[in-house]
């Protein structure tokens, strides 16, 4: 993270579907509105830890999470550091220790993986 802005990048599917801003789209205004503000704060902010992010996920080979509240529900935008990006991978929500949808995990790893070795695109997060 170079300090002054912490630059997203989003998961594009080898379909070339930005699943990021799908998952956006389907919040209801007040939730976007949360997600708007919480993201701007942490691009602002220099050294993302908790209660905001999570570092480390059991059993997420490396991946992390941005963590927020709205309309009463804990959302989660998994993902990663690398080359000096935060890559999100899956946008979803969790409730004791449930992520909905429940293969959000797993489709993470996935998506990282892609990434990794180049296989898929990203782009800036602009939502």
């Given amino acids: 993270m170079n300090g002054w802005s912490t ?8 379909a070339d579907n930005d699943k990021i ?5 389907s919040l ?8 708007d503000e919480f993201l701007k704060n942490m691009r602002r902010t220099r050294d993302w830890q908790m209660p905001h ?7 997420g080979e490396g991946l992390g999470e ?8 804990a ?4 993902g990663f550091f690398m080359g000096g990006f935060w890559y999100a991978v899956v946008g979803c929500t969790h409730k004791q220790g449930v992520y909905s949808p429940s293969n ?6 996935r998506n990282k993986k892609q990434i990794e070795k ?3 695109r990203t782009v800036d997060y602009d939502l």
């Fill in 66 to 73: 941005l963590r927020w509240p709205s309309e009463k529900k």
């Fill in 104 to 109: 959000a995990l797993d489709t993470a790893r």
């Fill in 75 to 78: 959302h989660r935008l998994l």
């Fill in 7 to 14: 630059p997203i990048r989003c998961y594009v599917s080898p």
């Fill in 28 to 35: 209801s205004p007040q939730e976007k509105a949360d997600a």
């Fill in 53 to 59: 992010y999570r570092a480390s996920l059991r059993g």
């Fill in 118 to 120: 180049g296989e898929v």
């Fill in 21 to 25: 801003r799908e998952w956006y789209e």
